[in-house]
């Protein structure tokens, strides 16, 4: 049983530039989350999405936006990079199951470098 | 506003030996569910325990336990017997109602085992 994937595992990037980072769920999930952590910090929540909508959002700016396939996969973009942006970024999926969430596992995240 | 604090930067145990993780949060929710994840330097976070707000029992997996306290809201991770594969950052994450997902965690503890 695959677990949630994603790629590419390590992104260095230009200030200004636009980078895609890629999570396909665990099998038999719909749900797919994903999660900023910077150095030294728990994971902050970017958004989530579920029937290819975007159904949360954390508190981040326009920049980072996303997108979510029929095959539940999904991606997350990043516009006009900032140094700030330089962190690991996590995918989680999960189960909508009768609008009851369940628990979230995560990838083993993308580590981007923004320089 | 919702807050998981962990208050211990950093923790020492040795092998075969028990180990308490702190974890105190805030909500003013009644629903809610409490998570506790292992990240080791890979950077995945692995899913460890889960304790819903109206358990009555404290959760039990293998090895972990969860003392969950709620009138003093606090969350407390125990790992029996340590090996020296726990070594890792140690994450308390909360996650308001059922249908979310979105959690939100606290700056993590990370626990160093030595023989």
């Known amino acids: 049983d695959a677990g949630v994937t994603q790629s590419p595992t390590h992104l260095i990037k230009t200030r200004g530039q636009q980078v895609t980072l890629r999570c396909s769920p665990k099998s038999g999930h719909d749900t797919v989350s994903w999660y900023q952590q910077a150095l030294g910090q728990g994971p902050q929540f970017i958004f989530q999405?579920?029937?290819?909508?975007?159904?949360q959002r954390g508190n981040f700016p326009d920049r980072f936006s996303g997108h979510q396939f029929p095959n539940y996969s999904s991606e997350l973009n990043v516009n006009a990079l900032l140094l700030g942006d330089s962190a690991l970024y996590l995918c989680?999926?999960?189960?909508?199951?009768?609008?009851?969430?369940?628990?979230?596992?995560f990838g083993q995240g993308t580590r981007l470098t923004v320089v | 506003a919702q807050k998981i604090t962990q208050t211990q930067p950093g923790m020492f145990v040795q092998e075969k030996e028990a180990v308490t993780l702190d974890c105190t949060y805030d909500?003013?929710?009644?629903?809610?569910?409490l998570f506790w994840y292992k990240q080791p330097s890979s950077g995945e976070m692995i899913f460890l325990i889960y304790?819903?707000?109206?358990?009555?029992q404290n959760a039990t997996e293998g090895r972990y336990s969860l003392n969950f306290q709620k009138a003093r809201k606090s969350a407390n991770l125990v790992i029996s017997a340590s090996q020296l594969g726990d070594s890792a950052m140690y994450f308390c994450a909360m996650r308001e109602g059922r249908v979310t997902d979105k959690l939100i965690f606290g700056t993590g503890t990370r626990l160093q085992v030595f023989p």
């Open positions: 989680a999926s999960s189960l909508n199951r009768d609008r009851v969430n369940t628990e979230a596992f």
């Open positions: 304790q819903g707000s109206y358990d009555e």
């Open positions: 999405y579920y029937e290819e909508e975007e159904r």
């Open positions: 909500t003013s929710d009644q629903s809610y569910g």
